[in-house]
Every structure is written in C-alpha cells, then in structure tokens.
C-alpha cells in the first residue's frame, strides 16, 4: 500500500510541475536563440485573460481601411503569425546567420538572415531585448512558397520594456495563387 501511495505523490507532483508556465529562454552565450513560441504562448494566455480593448485596422488592396474598436479577439488566431517566426527550432538553427549588438540601455539587438539556399520560412527576424531579456521589439519576414501559392509577410511587434507585455503589432503582406491576382493587405493593432 506504501508503494501506491508513494507512486501517487510522485505523480501528483509531477502533474504540477507540467503546469508551470514556459519561461522564454534569454539570448546568452550559451543559447543564441530566443524562445518566441513560449513568449507568444505566454501574451496568447494574458491578452486572452484579461481581454483589452483594441484599436484594430484592416486594408486589403484597392479598399479603404477598416478601423474597429474591439473587447475581445481571437488571440489564438492574431499572433500565429509571431510564433511562426520562431526559429529557436534545432532543425532550423543552422539556416541563419546571427550578429548580436549591445544597446546603450544594456539591452540587445539580435539580428538573424537565413542563408542563402536555405529552406526556412523565415527570411529575417530582428530582436531587441530589454537589459532584462524581454522583448521590445520585433520584426520578421516570412515567406511561403509553391508551385500553387506564394505568401510573403513582414510582421512587428511592439511590447513594453519594462514587463515585455505586448502593446501594437502589424503586418503587411501579399498573397497569390497561381491562376489569381495578387492580394496585398495590412492589419495593425493597438492595445
């Protein structure tokens, strides 16, 4: 019975150790690469709790934009573009290239170019990291490519410095299918 019930606290801890939040990982000389999926994860779970108003605008090509003042949004669905740009991944650590610079507030700037040849979606990702680690800023460009469909997106993220809380993000982009037009469009968001 003592077998049992020491299998049972094992496992109860181990659940609440599955529960903890995912931490981004830091830029340091030992890990070159910042965990953007648990960030975005992490502003995904906050905006999707806390729910702020947000100022919204689309465009499409040919079309005037679109502004809406909204309570709640899909979270899920508006920062999918961000994790996507995550290139922490192993497989796909050695498509970029990576310089790192020291800012004047003692926070970083990391730049990342995929190189030549490489089969990686993303074409660029710029970093800047407060002297604490969080994000400030952030752009990347994306590209998806195939005989039948062609996307290319650049995508920013803003957040606050001192809680690394997400405040405006946009992203502009073109899609076109083989046998279609080309559509351009852009959304921006402010929180």
């Known amino acids: 019975m003592r077998n049992y019930s020491l299998v049972l606290v094992g496992s109860m801890?181990?659940?609440?150790?599955?529960?903890?939040?995912?931490?981004?990982?830091?830029?340091?000389?030992?890990?070159?690469?910042?965990?953007?999926?648990?960030?975005?994860?992490?502003?995904?779970?906050?905006?999707?709790q806390e729910q702020p108003a947000v100022l919204k605008s689309v465009k499409t090509?040919?079309?005037?934009?679109?502004?809406?003042?909204?309570?709640?949004?899909?979270?899920d669905e508006e920062l999918t573009v961000f994790e996507e740009a995550d290139i922490s991944k192993p497989t796909l650590r050695e498509y970029y290239t990576r310089e790192e610079q020291e800012l004047p507030d003692g926070g970083t700037a990391v730049t990342y170019i995929k190189m030549k040849d490489a089969e990686a979606p993303v074409e660029y990702l710029y970093l800047q990291l407060s002297p604490a680690k969080k994000v400030q800023y952030l752009e990347a460009t994306l590209l998806d490519q195939n005989l039948l469909f062609y996307s290319r997106r650049k995508a920013i993220l803003e957040a606050s410095p001192q809680s690394g809380h997400l405040e405006s993000y946009?992203?502009?982009g073109v899609q076109k299918l083989i046998f279609g037009d080309s559509l351009h469009y852009s959304v921006q968001a402010n929180l």
Do not use: H, M
């Open 61 to 75: 090509e040919n079309e005037p934009a679109e502004t809406i003042q909204a309570d709640s949004l899909n979270w």
């Open 13 to 48: 801890l181990l659940a609440l150790a599955a529960c903890e939040q995912p931490v981004p990982r830091s830029t340091s000389a030992n890990d070159d690469y910042y965990n953007l999926t648990a960030y975005v994860q992490q502003e995904k779970q906050r905006l999707q």
């Open 170 to 172: 946009k992203v502009q």
